[in-house]
């Protein structure tokens, strides 16, 4: 009769912590820290010790967009809990911006008329270097001639001239200005009011003024 010994081991199985992990946004330029890499472990709800080891690292400054950060948790106590991974999608906003729009008045002819247009696009930082300023004039609501696209901004400054079509009809005009995000500046809009002035409005307005000064 033959006999066998069946030997056993017993393997422990390491628990597996739970990572929570929402980084805060930042705007672009903002290098990342405490607030993007924030993950924590628990463990049937229990915080679980270690530490977290985080791709890219603190102190990296990320581009525009939603790019993946990574980490990995090693638990001090090894015995008992496993490594764990987790990924997680920051948000890097661009750099907010405003654009303060000056619009010069017209007066009115029989013929197709310019508007001399400009504005100014600022952020936190000071004048904006990049992109362009699309200019389009409204009345009532609806697009008058054709929008017109500024060269590349320079020191904030971006400026056009519109053709308004003949005879075009006198009183306020809006004008939009739409900043057309260029490098790390987000895209932001402004308006303005310009009057185009019949020639009968002119010489009202010039009578009021020498009838206010012989009042006097």
Request: hydrophobic content about 45%.
């Amino acid at each position: 009769i033959t006999s066998s010994v069946v030997k056993s081991k017993t393997v422990a199985v390491r628990r597996v912590p739970v990572i929570t992990w929402t980084p805060a946004a930042l705007t672009v330029g903002t290098a990342l820290g405490t607030g993007q890499l924030n993950a924590s472990a628990t463990f049937n709800g229990a915080p679980v010790d270690g530490t977290f080891t985080y791709a890219p690292a603190s102190g990296a400054v990320l581009a525009v967009g939603t790019p993946t950060l990574n980490a990995t948790f090693t638990p001090t106590d090894t015995a008992t809990y496993a490594s764990a991974t987790a990924s997680a999608s920051l948000t890097v906003n661009a750099i907010p911006t405003t654009v303060a729009v000056t619009a010069a008045n017209a007066t009115f002819t029989g013929e197709n008329q310019t508007l001399a247009l400009s504005a100014r696009v600022t952020s936190a930082g000071g004048p904006v270097n990049a992109g362009t300023v699309t200019f389009t004039v409204l009345r009532d609501g609806n697009v008058v001639g054709n929008p017109v696209t500024s060269g590349a901004v320079a020191n904030g400054a971006a400026s056009v001239t519109v053709t308004l079509p003949a005879n075009a009809s006198s009183g306020p005009y809006t004008v939009e200005a739409v900043y057309n995000a260029g490098g790390n500046f987000a895209t932001s809009t402004g308006s303005a009011t310009a009057v185009l002035l019949t020639p009968t409005a002119l010489v009202a307005a010039g009578e009021f003024a020498y009838k206010t000064r012989r009042s006097e």
